[in-house]
């Protein structure tokens, strides 16, 4: 039988970390190579604004919009129109998520240092966001839900949902990522993808009809490889969540798991790119051959069936034997995945054990496609092995912690001889002398 996966065999021994992420299986997206393609898109539109967008959208969307703004009826008119089981479900998406984020928000919190000296950190959001939902090989509703809810829940005021425009659509974003957005509450939609999008956001602009479109603070949302090089280039301009690469699944399983929702599961997430990941680490071989043999049925039932082989069949994708579950968790720990199922016996001691993780799915009931939806959970999540230090998008994304400090008189007396003896240990005699001109620049005060 061909397989599909390719296998590697650890059961010998885990190497080290450093050697272990070297081996491992991983989409390759060379960011680098795409910035200088996006600079002179970038420049274009800060320097030409709107009828640079509109050019670039006739010449990668292969559709010119008459504005970048979509009226507001349209978005009524998407959603009126939109298949009634389908509002449903993106109805409880959102009111899932909202139950979900709304325990995020953090509150305002205020330390008493000494008497007389406080430090409060304070919870501002964001004042401005543009949310970006890709329109490439499919279109992702969900991707609006996901970006808007946790903006929503910080208090975020000023949102604007980008994606490209579609020929189909007379210029406009898909029908269902407008009613995702009707469906949220947010009235201001730009017909606009790719990198010029970024750029917009980022420079602001006029519209063909005089109306200002005014710039953002902070861009979030999953794009392709040309939205991440242009957030690199405008980061500092912008604040953004990530430099989102392609989606990836990994699957931690033993000899419990069912084989065919193993295979589902894999395809599930290769289904979204031809560069999709898709890797199982587990301690049984006859599982292995089992997954093996499911794939190369079920692929062949799926719509995309072309798209999921050759991501199955990349080296992105693959089956890694490990000795034991020890053995299984460094192995996963080292990949980091976006998204990590956990399919063994006790999963949910397991899944306690990982530390590097997008997302972990607990047990044989609780599918990525779920986390997709309607979990509750987010499904913006770092890709590319940055789960090892980043995490995915939350209601934390849109905020920004701001210390306040407020020390009296004598809390400041009391500590002022601290203050000048660490500025005079870096050589920053000013910064003592700022204390002690609160003293009259008298040396008396210090104890």
């Known amino acids: 039988m061909t397989t599909l996966l390719s296998r590697s065999d650890l059961r010998g021994g885990v190497p080290a970390p450093a050697e272990l992420r070297s081996m491992l299986p991983r989409a390759e997206m060379n960011v680098d190579a795409v910035v200088e393609k996006v600079r002179p898109i970038i420049d274009d539109v800060r320097d030409r604004g709107v009828e640079a967008v509109l050019e670039y959208g006739e010449r990668f969307d292969r559709v010119r919009s008459e504005s970048v703004r979509v009226p507001t009826a349209a978005l009524r008119e998407a959603l009126e129109a939109t298949d009634p089981q389908v509002r449903a479900a993106l109805e409880t998406s959102i009111e899932r998520a909202r139950t979900v984020h709304a325990d995020q928000r953090r509150t305002d919190t ?17 004042a401005r966001v543009g949310l970006y939902a890709p329109g490439g090989l499919a279109v992702y509703p969900s991707s609006v839900v996901m970006n808007v809810v946790p903006a929503q829940a910080a208090g975020v005021e000023g949102l604007v949902v980008c994606s490209p425009p579609q020929q189909e659509f007379d210029g406009r974003p898909h029908p269902l990522i407008l009613a995702a957005a009707a469906l949220l509450g947010v009235d201001e939609v730009w017909a606009v993808g790719g ?22 603070d902070t861009v979030t949302g999953p794009g392709n490889v040309f939205v991440t090089a242009a957030k690199r280039v405008l980061r500092g301009r912008i604040g953004i969540d990530s430099e989102a690469g392609t989606t990836e699944i990994g699957i931690l399983a033993d000899h419990t798991a069912d084989p065919v929702h193993v295979a589902a599961d894999l395809i599930s ?20 051959d089992a997954v093996d043999a499911e794939l190369a049925t079920q692929v062949g039932t799926t719509k995309h069936d072309e798209r999921i082989r050759t991501a199955l069949s990349g080296p ?20 980091a995945a976006e998204h990590l199922e956990i399919q063994t016996a006790d999963a949910s001691a397991v899944a306690a054990r990982i530390r590097n993780a997008g997302a972990i799915f607990v047990g044989p009931h609780s599918p990525v496609s779920l986390g997709d939806y309607c979990a509750g959970s987010n499904h913006v999540l770092p890709t590319g092995g940055c789960a090892r230090h980043s995490s995915g998008l939350s209601v934390q994304t849109f905020l920004r912690g701001i210390h306040v400090v407020d020390y009296s008189e004598d809390a400041l007396r009391e500590v002022a001889d601290r203050v000048v003896a660490l500025a005079e240990a870096e050589d920053l005699p000013a910064h003592g002398q700022a204390v002690a001109a609160r003293f009259g620049n008298r040396r008396e005060w210090v104890k």
């Open 316 to 335: 992105q994708s693959g089956t890694i034997l490990v000795a034991d579950l020890d053995a299984g968790i460094a192995v996963v720990d080292a990949y």
């Open 195 to 216: 990198a010029q999008a970024v750029a917009l956001l980022a420079y602001g602009g006029t519209d063909t009809d005089g109306t200002p479109l005014d710039p953002v």
């Open 110 to 126: 205020t330390t008493q240092v000494v008497p007389g000296g406080t430090v409060t950190e304070r919870w501002v959001p964001v």
């Open 269 to 288: 997430q290769a289904e979204h790119d031809p560069s999709a990941a898709s890797v199982l680490v587990t301690t049984s071989p006859e599982l292995a």
